[in-house]
C-alpha cells in the first residue's frame, strides 16, 4: 500500500460506456487497463471486474507501482466467503493490491463479522463500505472504532470521515474542483501518521476523465 501520496482513480475500468469517452473509440477493449494505467495509477474495482481481471492476466498490462483496489461484496462470489477469495488471489495480482473495501449492512457489524474484518486485515489494508448512513445512528462509529478500521466517505452525505482505521477510502462522483479541494484537504489531514487513503470517483459517465483532473488537483496539492 502506497503512504505516500493520495491514491486516484474510477470505480470500476472495464466500462463499455467510456469507449470513445475516455477511451478511443477504436482502442481494443483488451487494452484498456495498459491505456487506463498510462493516465491514472490507481483504481477500485468492482467484484467481477477484479476476478476477471486475474483471468486475463491484467498485470501484464500494467506497471508493478500500478495499484489495485478490490471492492467485495459478501454474497457476490458463490463460492466462498470474502476471506477465501482473497486467500485465492494470485501472487503478482496480490503484490499490486493497496487495499480491500468490503460492503456491509448494518446487520453485518456482529462478533463474526469482526472477526472476518479482523482476518482479512491481517492479508490487506481494509475499508468498510457501509453506505450513505450516519455513521452514529447507525453505530458504524462504534463498530469502526472497536475493530480499528475505516469507514468509506462519501462527502456528498457525510461531514467528515471516521478517525478509526489505517486505510480510508472515499467516493465522490459529480463534485467540482473546489470541493475536491476542500475534500483533499481533509484526507491530507487524516493521512498524517503515514496512514493510506484513496479517492474515486464513481461517475457512470466520465469517471476516469474526472479522475484525471482529481489526479492533477492532488498533484498540485502536494498530496
Request: charged fraction near 25%.
Amino acid at each position: 500500500m502506497s503512504e505516500e501520496y493520495l491514491m486516484t482513480g474510477s470505480f470500476g475500468l472495464d466500462v463499455d460506456d467510456w469507449q470513445g469517452n475516455f477511451y478511443d473509440d477504436d482502442l481494443p477493449a483488451d487494452w484498456r487497463a495498459a491505456y487506463y494505467s498510462t493516465l491514472l495509477r490507481s483504481v477500485l474495482l468492482p467484484q467481477q471486474e477484479w476476478q476477471q481481471a486475474i483471468e486475463d492476466n491484467v498485470t501484464d498490462e500494467v506497471d508493478e507501482d500500478f495499484r489495485f483496489v478490490l471492492y467485495l461484496e459478501p454474497n457476490a462470489d458463490e463460492q466462498g466467503s470474502p476471506l477465501e477469495a482473497l486467500s485465492a488471489l494470485p501472487a503478482k495480482f496480490a503484490s499490486q493490491v493497496a487495499g480491500v473495501v468490503i460492503a456491509c449492512t448494518h446487520a453485518h457489524l456482529q462478533t463474526e463479522f469482526a472477526k472476518t474484518v479482523n482476518e482479512i486485515r491481517q492479508m490487506f489494508p481494509l475499508c468498510l463500505d457501509t453506505g450513505v448512513v450516519d455513521y452514529a445512528e447507525s453505530g458504524v462509529d462504534v463498530f469502526c472504532e472497536d475493530v480499528d478500521v475505516a469507514a468509506v466517505w462519501y462527502p456528498s452525505a457525510q461531514a467528515e470521515p471516521l478517525p478509526s482505521g489505517d486505510f480510508l477510502v472515499t467516493l465522490i462522483d459529480q463534485q467540482s474542483l473546489q470541493e475536491q479541494r476542500k475534500i483533499m484537504e481533509v484526507l491530507g489531514q487524516w493521512m498524517s501518521g503515514r496512514r493510506g487513503a484513496a479517492l474515486f470517483n464513481t461517475s457512470s459517465k466520465d469517471a476516469p476523465l474526472r479522475a484525471q483532473e482529481t489526479r492533477e488537483l492532488a498533484e498540485l496539492m502536494g498530496i
